[in-house]
């Protein structure tokens, strides 16, 4: 289990490299100039941005064979499903505390007001919510569509993650609550979704 996670990680990683430098220098921007604006895209793109790069280990997995290779060695389906589960969430968790400490020393420079936080303790939630939503919808549906479609699948989970995440967020009074624990939820729920899908299929 902790080698397929590993492996994960250092497929992902070679995309996160590049991602970071760029969230880097975006960073320094938001943190130098105090426009809310920037903040919100660099939220966005931030946590958001992880989530699909993290979903780049089931595309090279598919391009380098290495998902069939797996099948060969002593581990079970379940354990591969689950390695993937984890890393997408490792990867909105870096995402969120990177963003989050850009974001916290921006607020400590420039100061913030209540309504401020309040507004971007929001956009954390539906920027998490977001990841979550599309993960959840992507991982199964990459076993279901084929390795051929990994393009078109994730711009589809990403689609609709948004507008589901767009939809229950504008719920009056406890939309940042429902919001989170819809997707939470959908994710828990996509795990043995996907196993159950990957266990039929002959690789």
């Known amino acids: 289990m902790k080698g397929l996670f590993r492996n994960n990680f250092f497929t992902v990683w070679i995309n996160a490299k590049v991602f970071l430098i760029f969230l880097f220098l975006m ?15 660099f939220v966005m793109i931030g946590i958001v941005g992880f989530s699909v790069i993290a979903a780049t280990a089931i595309g090279n997995e598919f391009s ?30 870096v995402g ?13 420079i420039h100061g913030f007001s209540f309504d401020q936080f309040s507004g971007i303790f929001s956009l ?33 989970s990403l689609v609709c993650a948004v507008g589901i995440a767009a939809m229950l967020f504008n719920i009056p009074l406890f939309g ?17 979704l996907t196993i159950c899908i990957f266990k039929r299929k002959e690789y």
Do not use: H
């Open 124 to 156: 954390f939630i539906l920027a998490i919510s977001i990841s979550f939503f599309m993960g959840a919808l992507f991982i199964p549906m990459i076993y279901l569509a084929g390795e051929d479609k990994i393009v078109v699948v994730l711009i589809i």
């Open 64 to 93: 380098s064979k290495w998902g069939k290779y797996k099948l060969t060695l002593p581990v079970r389906r379940t354990d591969i499903v689950k390695s993937l589960f984890l890393n997408q969430f490792f990867w909105i968790i």
């Open 176 to 192: 940042n609550v429902i919001i989170i624990t819809c997707a939470l939820l959908l994710f828990i729920v996509s795990y043995p």
């Open 27 to 41: 960073g320094i921007v938001v943190t130098v100039i105090p426009a809310q604006t920037l903040q919100m895209y």
């Open 96 to 108: 969120t505390l990177l963003v989050g400490i850009v974001t916290g020393l921006s607020y400590m």
